[in-house]
């Protein structure tokens, strides 16, 4: 068996035998090291040291504590508050509200997860308590998380820009219409199920319910206009606004909220530790794994092997699609861009796509993969969340992906659904 052949199976056996995604990528990235006489450990920890030397990757870290603010500070509660008096009147109402909050909040967190675990425990007791079947409420609870990582600001976008030295900015805005549009989409389901099932409207409120439920959650809807207004007016980089959002997380949560307390924050600071330890750990891993695919030239072989078959652009388009779904279904968010990226950002620079329309089309198929089994991080999430079996949220997810299907294949084949904006505005030229 030739060199990488051992490379490949020593990954797929670590992965059979349960190892961390890391340990995996690690694990046969080291052996094909010591196996490889041309190469020596100090080339694997010079790979793994460069992985991590990036200006734009601090940013995760401090979205990551962002997130964890506003799930403790009272801004999760104010914003669903604030979506409920807005379209919560409407037959199927807290659908609405779900999709509604969960795209302002994503203003403001980057993270799927972090929607599930802080907002969709919001959601999902309301909407018990108001009769609303597990069925649509689990759905619309996992299906409206992944609006998060699209509209900015957005983790997964950092990673990307970072490792494909492409600009975040122009990621982030990029990432807009197409989070609208995911909304839209899911709004439609919503009321198509809403009408079948006749579920139930929440009653009217009156202005001055919905004045008060507005000054309440005012500092907390200020979050995504500073954050991307702040990148917009080019008065701070996606890096600082990042560290800008927990400034502001702590000064509204602690300060005019008070839901947060000093005490409060060296938990929040463990919790950030947590979570983002073993994301850094899958960028060194899945960078030095990268770095030995572009060694062995694996990118010119599939681009070669693919172009034999076609060259047509739309055809490729889709061929990447059904690449990242799969790969999404076994790996992580984090391991999925950065071990791809040697490959389909050649591929598709040769037939003529935008890094930056790359870039959107990766992160949505990939959340996307977020509520795919067997590995699909956001299943485990509602699962806890909800307390229901792992088994019933996947049977529950299965017919809310394709709405979101919907919306990967316009965004694909519509580049300008991405590229729009972000040129509009000046931040991107393309």
Known sequence: MSLLGIFFLSLLVMMALGFPIYLSLLGSSMIYIFLNP???????????MNATNSFALLAVPFFIFAGNIMNTGGISERIFDFAQKLVGRFKGGLGYVN??????FSGASGSALADIGGLGTIEIKAMRERKFPDNFTIGVTGASSTVGPIIPPSIPFVLYGSMAN???GGLFFGGIVPGLL???L???YVYILAKKHNLPAEPAPKFGEVFTSFRRAFFALCFPVIIIGGIWTGFFTPTEAAFVSILYGLLISLVFYRDLTLKDVPGLIVETVRTTVPATAVVIGAALFGWILSY?????????FIFSITDNKYVILLLVNILLFILGMFVDVVAAILITLPILLPLTTAVGVDPVHLGVIIVLNLMIGLLTPPVGMSLYMLSSVARIPFAQV???MLPWIVPLVIALLIVTYVPQVVLFLPKLIGIYAG
């Open 166 to 168: 492409v600009s975040i």
């Open 394 to 396: 996947v049977r529950i």
């Open 99 to 104: 999709i509604l909050a969960s795209t302002i």
């Open 186 to 188: 899911l709004c439609v």
């Open 38 to 48: 041309n190469l020596t450990m100090l080339t694997a920890l010079e790979k793994m």
């Open 296 to 304: 062995e030239k694996v990118d010119r072989f599939v681009i070669d």
């Open 182 to 184: 995911i909304s839209a």
